[in-house]
């Protein structure tokens, strides 16, 4: 008999059916044994020696192992083939060593990168030992995450009440965020003007084309700096006499992107199916691990943890055969394609990830997998099809059009040939939306000669204005993170999900948000551990690490340069007198927390006793804005709250309090479409918007949290039917089966009752429609941001859709008019207004590139170990 140990019981389930009666297979449930959850787990003093300890909950998986090993002959570890699984095939047989469960008994090491009884039985005939080099990297970067975490903290929580905690990697990357939200503070506005021409050929053809030389002089992006000049250009257009200078037309072609690794698979799945890395991982876990097809237990995809984006010389073929099959010879090129990565720190023992069949297309596995599943699972396929097809042609079109001293260049392009982009095109995370800085236009041109003259129809000088960098999403921080070489790809969910749990940074829109907490805890590092959260100085840890793995470096002695002058500096930060640490923050965050006034008031003024100074203060619960003048002036402002200079009435965002029963802190907060209340952080959150009529200073904690009660249980009516009070995207309801009734802005949906509810139902829904979805005609999605006006959506004669002022766009197929909501609509009509005028998304327009955002921690049921970052 043979013992074989995997990490998870799906895939225990499945390999046991490959191997046969001679093997039992059992899951260690991820990671066995974690250092001791105390201090001095690691001893710098002792040669950094690591106290472990079995994980309390894994006990009886060690003791199920070692009784299957009596009377076996061998033990074969087969834990995930990275860096991790190595660490747990070496904890697993410390655990069984220490209860004497492997007396003569041969240990060995398999690793195989796919679920599929080919892969596993090849790997069952070549075992190995297991990879010291590896473990030794592991036990480094294990002892780092440690050593940082419990000497860094405590320093945290003298110098700064309130703090939660802060780890090696972890803190970079709220760095990324923070120093991306000083660069949006910190960004001033510049204007701009563009000047178009809608023109006509010879042949009453109509293209647009932009101003770009006056007077012989090329125009940059703000030669027109204002609409005095705008105009005046403008007026140069209009009297010109304009004929084609030049036609040029030359065919390009792009490449496809490569195959999966772990953080494009991350960052494509948030682009294009909304997930987050968390969920991506998750449900890439489940497709590797193997599904039921037919009866049958297969792995879909290859292994998910990977840097690599190369393919087997099998895949390669495979991947041809299909295209081949499928899209015709034109599609294949001359020859496989073969990429090399570009990331830092990369890891290529692997291969891309990739369908371990390619022959098993998405339509003839969609029934047997879930949503999620689906949605991947088609990703990973394409992508792999795609990245062996044939380049992309692309025919582009420039025409120079001169006259009376002024230049006009008109662009387009077309696809003359589709190549891979017939089945994949590569997601992109900030797109421009200011198209008047973006010469490669999509759209088609007339035939046009040189020499031949043109008309006019109108010429137009539009205003503009740039744009701030945006915030990260979930996709451009993992992208982020990798060019810098911060983390491990693997790492990358669980560093935003510490993140998010410590209330350091917040999603709102789909973009990272850093709290108050989290920049004051960002400010401290930089301003006193500046070299330990460097994006170089980490890069330069992981650099070491992969040196470690490779035998290169001896592992302690990379402990021992890093340890040695942190604790110096650690120990030099704490001799500091809190005092000082607080002004340097104070100076530090100034122009976060005292923004500069539209009244000229100094912001930093009190508004209390209007003589004494606001600053940075801390107390018992953390940081806080209070006055020069205590104990005489008592005025406080919480960090989440912003100071207002009586202009707009905008909601403050401050602390209400804790819900008793959770214990999860309440706040008010302001977003896009208004105030609303939230509770708890990371998959946990739940925000309520507030109700028309309640104003956000009259919101109280108890008013908060039935708010968060929502929906509520008005009643049943006289059928037995219960009739529900809530709010959503539309408003606050009444709901009674699938019939959905507005509230009037009277009526308040904490406390209607029945009768008042019934009659709303009756008057509104009717009986008629309580059995039929909720009406799409006549609703109200709320105000644009541009005007305030309201947007509509609609029934029409052609199907649904959206109106505000006198722009109306038609819902796509593919949207669900239940489902559609304000932002969705104002970016819809966004891009309506820019298409009937030929000009581009104007700044507030709410136009905005694809993105997504979730959290959550790396999957794969790793246990404590994963958990530091």
């Not at 191997?19 to 001893?43: C, I, P, Q, T, W």
């Not at 403008?234 to 390009?252: D, F, G, N, P, Y």
Request: one cysteine or more; glycine letters at 8%.
């Amino acid at each position: 008999m043979n013992v074989v140990v995997v990490e998870s019981p799906a895939k225990a389930k499945t390999i046991n059916k490959y191997l046969g009666d001679d093997y039992a297979v059992l899951a260690s449930y991820g990671h066995v044994r974690d250092l001791e959850e105390k201090e001095g787990a690691v001893d710098p003093d002792d040669d950094f020696r690591m106290a472990y300890e079995v994980m309390a909950d894994k006990k009886a998986r060690i003791n199920d192992i070692a009784k299957a090993l009596k009377g076996a002959d061998r033990l074969y570890l087969a834990t995930d083939p990275d860096r991790e699984g190595e660490a747990i095939s070496w904890h697993l047989l410390a655990a069984l060593a220490d209860r004497k469960a492997l007396k003569r008994i041969e240990v060995k090491r398999v690793v195989f990168h796919e679920v599929t009884k080919r892969a596993v039985l090849d790997a069952m005939a070549h075992p190995r030992d297991l990879h010291e080099n590896l473990i030794d990297a592991y036990q480094a970067r294990r002892a780092l995450d440690y050593l940082v975490g419990f000497t860094l903290s405590p320093v945290l929580w003298r110098k700064l009440p309130g703090a939660r905690s802060a780890g090696r990697v972890q803190s970079v990357a709220l760095r990324l965020v923070s120093d991306r939200e000083d660069e949006i503070e910190r960004f001033i506005a510049r204007e701009y003007w563009t000047v178009e021409a809608a023109l006509l050929t010879a042949a009453d053809a109509g293209f647009r084309a932009r101003l770009t030389h006056l007077d012989g002089q090329r125009l940059d992006k703000f030669a027109l700096a204002n609409a005095q000049a705008a105009q005046a250009a403008k007026a140069r257009v209009e009297a010109a006499s304009l004929s084609v200078a030049a036609v040029e037309k030359k065919q390009t072609s792009r490449n496809p992107a490569p195959p999966f690794s772990t953080s494009t698979l991350q960052q494509e799945a948030s682009r294009k199916l909304g997930f987050g890395a968390d969920r991506t991982m998750r449900t890439a876990q489940k497709l590797f691990e193997g599904v039921q097809l037919d009866g049958e237990t297969v792995g879909l995809i290859t292994y998910m943890r990977t840097d690599s984006v190369q393919l087997s010389s099998a895949a390669l073929a495979a991947a041809r055969e299909v295209i081949g099959a499928h899209y015709g010879d034109r599609y294949l090129p001359p020859h496989p394609r073969q990429f090399k990565t570009k990331t830092k720190n990369a890891q290529e023992a692997h291969e891309a990830i990739r369908p371990t069949d390619l022959a098993r297309r998405p339509e003839d596995v969609r029934r047997f997998l879930d949503a999620d599943q689906a949605k991947l699972y088609e990703l990973v396929w394409k992508r792999t099809i795609a990245s062996q097809m044939a380049a992309a042609l692309l025919d582009r079109v420039a025409v120079t059009l001169t006259g009376d001293g002024v230049g006009l260049r008109a662009t387009g392009q077309t696809i003359a040939f589709e190549g891979f982009i017939k089945v994949y095109r590569e997601g992109i995370d900030d797109a421009p939306t200011d198209k008047a800085a973006d010469d490669d236009d999509d759209r088609l041109l007339p035939q046009m000669a040189e020499g031949e003259r043109v008309r006019q129809e109108r010429v137009t000088a539009d205003q503009h204005f740039t744009e701030p960098p945006p915030r990260y999403t979930e996709a451009s921080l993992v992208k982020k993170m990798e060019e810098l070489g911060i983390g491990r790809p693997s790492t990358y969910a669980s560093i935003i999900k510490v993140l998010q749990d410590r209330n350091y940074v917040r999603l709102e829109q789909k973009r990272f948000v850093p709290e108050d907490r989290g920049r004051v805890v960002s400010a401290f590092l930089t301003r006193f551990f500046e070299r330990y959260v460097e994006y170089g100085f980490t890069a330069a840890l992981e650099d070491q690490l992969d040196a470690i793995a490779a035998g290169e470096v001896d592992w302690k002695e990379v402990l021992r340069e890093f340890w040695e002058p942190f604790l110096a500096r650690t120990e030099e930060v704490l001799g500091k007198r809190n005092a000082e640490v607080i002004d340097v923050l104070d100076e530090a965050l100034g122009p976060h927390l005292f923004p500069p006034r539209s009244d000229g008031v100094d912001p930093r003024q009190c508004p209390s006793c209007e003589s004494g100074r606001l600053s940075l203060k801390f107390g018992k619960f953390g940081g806080f804005v209070g006055c020069s003048n205590y104990p005489e002036c008592r005025f406080t402002r919480q960090l989440g709250e912003q100071a207002t200079d009586g202009g707009d009435g905008a909601a403050k965002e401050r602390l209400l309090g804790v819900d008793p029963e959770l214990e999860e802190e309440v706040w008010l907060k302001n977003g896009r479409f208004g105030p609303y209340v939230q509770r708890g952080s990371g998959d946990a959150t739940k925000r309520v918007s507030l109700p028309p009529a309640l104003a956000p200073a009259d919101v109280e904690l108890g008013t908060a949290l039935s708010l968060l009660a929502l929906p509520r249980e008005v009643g049943v009516d006289p059928d037995g039917e219960a009739v529900n009070a809530g709010i959503n995207r539309y408003g606050p309801y009444i709901q009674r089966g699938r019939a959905y009734v507005r509230l009037e802005p009277d009526d308040d949906v904490l406390t209607i009752g029945m009768n008042r509810a019934l009659t709303l139902l009756d008057e509104k829904g009717g009986k008629a429609q309580r059995r039929a979805a909720p009406a799409v005609a006549g609703r109200t999605l709320g105000e644009h941001p541009d005007d305030k006006k309201p947007v509509q959506l609609l029934d029409g004669r052609f199907g649904p859709y959206v109106k505000w002022n006198k722009l109306n766009a038609s819902l796509p197929k593919s949207a669900d008019p239940e489902s559609f909501d304000l932002e969705a609509a104002v970016e819809l009509l966004a891009k309506k207004a820019a298409r009937a005028s030929g000009k581009s998304t104007k700044p507030g327009r709410g136009a905005k590139p694809a993105k997504a955002a979730s959290n959550g921690r790396a999957a794969g049921g790793r246990g404590r170990a994963s958990r530091d970052a």
